[in-house]
């Protein structure tokens, strides 16, 4: 079968692999691919017996690489192939002169947007697809999520939330481009984190808002990703309805599209919306409580006072 090679040298491995399951994700046949018995394991190291199946070949160009002898000479070998050969510029200024004439694509800008322009470039050079029978929102072509998967965890009195954001930055870029979004969310810097990847929140939103309880959101690399965990008592919790979780839900995707888009231009209006469905929530379930209280009350009182009357 048909399948698009990426060759890169194992220092780049991780990027490669979060590459390849972006790929992945959007219907592209690609090698080397995940072990689905170990898929935390990583893509395994660019093997050249890949290439003679291969019709596109997605050369990884990176300081690493133009430093690995294997690597550019895995290189020269597709480069004579006579197959469709594309070029990741990965933190590079620009390609290597043995490149000259390749088509590239400048992972330098945000992540998702240049695989997406990597996806384009593929499907319209005819590149192998495979049918998709699940495909998660947060992977369609053009499309950035408005809401995240999470995994809840209590530990203790504490609860955290996790979210994974498929992209690849490093704790250096993420310093730069965290504060906007830090402070449009309403989060202060967090006593005690010199990284300024965490923040802590809370009080200044309405009642019943989720994001009015106290409690932090910390950001960082992980595993070829990006990690997002906000972290609370269970007391800020104990009165949250399905509606309130989710307006986290929708503010990890807000994060996961500033991240990758570098703008927050309309990111927090699927929030906003989410969150006064919260607060309404809230407030019908406060009023219906009342009005039981009330209803028990006088049904008490007539109660009693017929009793007296006989």
Same mark, same amino acid.
């Given at each position: ?8 040298? @194992?220092? #780049? ?5 979060? $590459?390849? /399951?972006?790929?992945?994700? +959007?219907? *592209?046949?690609?090698?080397? =691919? ?69 088509? @590239?694509? #400048? ?5 998702? $947007?240049? /695989?997406?322009?990597?996806? +384009?470039? *593929?499907?319209?050079?005819? =590149? ?85 309880? +106290? ?92 009793? +007296?009357?006989?």
């Amino acid at each position: 079968m048909s399948h698009i090679f990426v060759v890169f040298c @194992p220092q #780049d491995a991780p990027f490669a692999t979060q $590459l390849i /399951v972006q790929l992945q994700q +959007r219907g *592209l046949v690609v090698e080397p =691919a995940l072990d689905p018995a170990d898929p935390q394991a990583g893509v395994p190291f660019a093997d050249g017996a890949l290439l003679d199946g291969a019709t596109h070949v997605v050369l990884l160009a990176s300081p690493a690489a133009l430093n690995a002898p294997d690597t550019l000479a895995l290189w020269e070998r597709t480069l004579r192939s006579g197959k469709t050969i594309l070029a990741i510029q990965h933190q590079l200024a620009e390609l290597p002169p043995a490149l000259e004439g390749v088509p @590239p694509v #400048d992972f330098r800008q945000p992540f998702l $947007l240049a /695989v997406e322009e990597l996806v +384009r470039q *593929l499907k319209s050079s005819g =590149a192998p697809t495979r049918p998709l029978t699940y495909e998660h929102p947060m992977f369609k072509p053009d499309l950035l999520p408005t809401s995240l998967p999470a995994e809840r965890c209590w530990r203790d009195d504490r609860l955290r939330i996790h979210y994974v954001l498929p992209m690849v930055l490093d704790e250096s870029e993420l310093r730069a481009l965290l504060p906007p979004f830090f402070a449009a969310a309403g989060f202060a810097p967090r006593p005690g984190d010199p990284t300024g990847l965490s923040g802590q929140r809370g009080g200044r939103f309405p009642w019943f808002d989720p994001r009015r309880a +106290r409690h932090s959101l910390t950001v960082m690399p992980h595993e070829g990703a990006i990690l997002a965990r906000y972290q609370m008592t269970r007391m800020e919790v104990v009165y949250w309805f399905p509606a309130h979780y989710h307006t986290l839900d929708r503010e990890a995707a807000a994060l996961f599209r500033y991240l990758a888009t570098e703008s927050l231009e309309n990111v927090f209006k699927p929030v906003n919306v989410q969150a006064r469905i919260a607060r309404m929530l809230s407030w019908l379930t406060v009023v219906l409580v009342v009005l039981i209280a009330l209803t028990l009350g006088y049904l008490v009182l007539w109660q009693v006072a017929g009793v +007296r009357l006989f």
